[in-house]
């Protein structure tokens, strides 16, 4: 038989490196979930992307027992790794602050694509590009499905 499902808690952690501390420990000790189990877990299982934000969703059932899944890292946070940059623009529409390719938008599209709600490559590709664009990147090049699409919108 199925175990009862208490709830959902979605986290954004930092891959291998788990602790107790907010946000990870209040969120989990509201719904009664072992902290130090959830931490030394999470830490396995993450510890090849040590350093690297992500995303995941603990399962908390009514005995208090947990499951949870470890999703890609945020598309934002691999597009800023692939420009090389700390931070996107404050102003996303006048300040540009750097370049991807469209080289990168696949990589990073096959990578997200998992997590993305797209059929196709070439949408979770838009996808990507969009998020690029709303952070103030540049995506250089013409898009490999055509040139309806310009990449400087």
């Known amino acids: 038989m199925a175990k009862e499902i208490e709830g959902f808690i979605k986290l954004q952690v930092k891959?291998?490196?788990?602790?107790?501390?907010?946000?990870?420990?209040?969120?989990?000790?509201?719904k009664g979930v072992n902290i130090m189990e959830f931490c030394k877990r999470f830490n396995a299982k993450t510890e090849d992307s040590r350093g690297k934000i992500i995303p995941?969703?603990?399962?908390?059932?009514?005995?208090?027992?947990?499951?949870?899944?470890?999703?890609?890292?945020?598309?934002?946070?691999?597009?800023?790794?692939?420009?090389?940059?700390?931070?996107g623009s404050p102003e996303s529409n006048r300040t540009k602050v750097g370049n991807v390719t469209w080289d990168q938008v696949k990589a990073i599209a096959e990578d997200k694509?998992?997590?993305?709600?797209?059929?196709?490559?070439?949408?979770?590709?838009?996808?990507?590009?969009?998020?690029?664009?709303?952070?103030?990147?540049?995506?250089d090049g013409t898009p490999p499905w055509g040139a309806e699409a310009t990449a400087e919108a």
Request: glycine share 8%; aromatic share 6%.
């Open 56 to 87: 995941v969703v603990v399962t908390v059932y009514k005995d208090k027992s947990f499951d949870f899944i470890v999703k890609t890292s945020p598309a934002a946070v691999q597009l800023l790794e692939a420009a090389k940059l700390k931070k």
């Open 113 to 139: 694509m998992t997590d993305l709600n797209a059929f196709k490559i070439e949408s979770a590709m838009k996808m990507v590009a969009g998020t690029a664009r709303s952070m103030g990147l540049i995506v």
């Open 15 to 30: 891959g291998g490196a788990a602790n107790p501390s907010p946000p990870v420990g209040p969120a989990l000790g509201a």
